[in-house]
């Protein structure tokens, strides 16, 4: 006579219940982590506060004075503050590479091969926790943006909006930056992959208005896609033209979230069968 084991899946209704379950439980292992050990999250937001005093405080007086654009109408905090707070999301997903390649060069990856739990989970529960912890860090670099004199004239309804945009390009590139961790041979070159993302706002109009530079880097920042996202951004906060902006970030969140998707979810399949 065979007995049933506690978890015994079978069943559609019964395999998402403990697919759900398991995600939650690496979403907690995750988070429990981040609070171990913060300094990701610290570097998260860091950076953008540098960048942003150093672009406020020490070039904000020579940048402003130098731009001739209707998307500066105030100080010139109010233009650079979108593009830092983009910075912040970019840098965010970072994490996501640098976790995944910890647990996979350390074992954890195999461990869990042997034990029953849904291999979606523990994916989702890494891209969860790291954009909780990407979503807490915009909202602190936002908060600093506020506390030394961005004034952002958006109603409630357009910084909801603002929020969806950022958290769909957070989520996008937290699934690309999984790929990248999956994939990379050592923690090393985990945290380096991502870089390119994180100063890519730069390359774009988050500084100055692409017009402002030389024809061949003009092109570059019109056709990448932290423009789009960073121009819809901005006038979703500072009230400047969107035109069609808005649908170009959408399309370029959900390309790169696809790709990355599928790029994560192939790298860990791999890594599962070795």
Known sequence: M??????ARTGAPRLRSYAVRDAVTMFRRVMKRALRYPSIAIVIVMMPVVFLLLFTYAFGGALGAGIRSPQLTGDYIDYVAPGIILMTVATGSVGAALTLCMDKTEGIVNRFRTMSISRGSFLTGHVLGNLVQTVLGTVVVTGVALAIGFRPDASLVEWLAAAGLLAALALALTWLSAGMGLTAKTVESASNLPLPITFLPFLGSAVVPTDTMPDALRWFAEYQPFTPVN??????????????SASLSLAWCAA????????????FTRQTKR
């Open 256 to 267: 790169i979230g696809l790709v990355g998707y599928l790029w994560s979810r192939t790298a």
């Open 231 to 244: 121009e819809t951004l901005r006038g979703l906060l500072m009230g400047t033209e969107i035109g069609d």
């Open 2 to 7: 065979t007995t049933a084991t506690p978890r």
